[in-house]
T-cell receptor, first 108, second 114 residues
Framework: GEDVEQSLFLSVREGDSSVINCTYTDSSSTYLYWYKQEPGAGLQLLTYIFSNMDMKQDQRLTVLLNKKDKHLSLRIADTQTGDSAIYFCAEKESDMRFGAGTRLTVKP | NAGVTQTPKFQVLKTGQSMTLQCAQDMNHNSMYWYRQDPGMGLRLIYYSASEGTTDKGEVPNGYNVSRLNKREFSLRLESAAPSQTSVYFC?????????????FGEGSRLTVL
């Protein structure tokens, strides 16, 4: 099957930038997504990028897509304690497949 | 806005007991899904329903059954619960056709099987 892989943990200091990385294997993915899960809650879409784009910026969030290397990243600028959560990378061609999630811890 | 509503939020079962997780969405979405979330494994698709009246197996369907009762409701049934089914279950829905295909999730149902 197709896999989506991401590291499980990331710790940063408040005010620093966070970069969460993801690799995927399905080259026919139409959309790639970043979802955020706060404690005790379901996943919420943070941002997504269409496969023919290589960058998308939305306020403090920057998504970079390298299709050749099948690599997706999420950069959060000026990371705040409220950004502490689990971030899931996902790809979709026919159905949506998720990575295991990266737990971001923001230290004051 | 209710979005996707799941019940119950918490449940403890003994091995062999049965139960049904309920899910309802009020966004007029055609597609609905059941996922399970386990530590270090992300979300895995159990079953999905592309439209009212249809259901299909996902990645991990064994031990589960589903019913798409109508366009709004999609239930997940465990006929004979096993400890391996201890997990957090999420229902989700999405619009089909054009668009990003974003999934809208419920808040989850935490199930423990003893």
């Amino acid at each position: 099957g197709e896999d989506v892989e991401q590291s499980l943990f990331l710790s940063v200091r408040e005010g620093d930038s966070s970069v969460i990385n993801c690799t995927y294997t399905d080259s026919s993915s139409t959309y790639l997504y970043w979802y955020k899960q706060e404690p005790g809650a379901g996943l919420q879409l943070l941002t997504y990028i269409f496969s023919n784009m290589d960058m998308k910026q939305d306020q403090r969030l920057t998504v970079l897509l390298n299709k050749k290397d099948k690599h997706l990243s999420l950069r959060i600028a000026d990371t705040q304690t409220g950004d502490s959560a689990i971030y899931f990378c996902a790809e979709k061609e026919s159905d949506m497949r998720f990575g295991a999630g990266t737990r971001l811890t923001v230290k004051p | 806005n209710a979005g996707v509503t799941q019940t119950p939020k918490f449940q403890v079962l003994k091995t062999g007991q049965s139960m049904t997780l309920q899910c309802a969405q009020d966004m007029n979405h055609n597609s609905m899904y059941w996922y399970r979330q386990d530590p270090g494994m992300g979300l895995r698709l159990i079953y999905y329903s592309a439209s009212e009246g249809t259901t299909d197996k996902g990645e991990v369907p064994n031990g589960y059954n589903v019913s798409r009762l109508n366009k709004r409701e999609f239930s997940l049934r465990l006929e004979s619960a096993a400890p391996s089914q201890t997990s957090v279950y999420f229902c989700a829905s999405s619009r089909t056709g054009e668009g990003s295909g974003e999934l809208f999730f419920g808040e989850g149902s935490r199930l423990t099987v003893l």
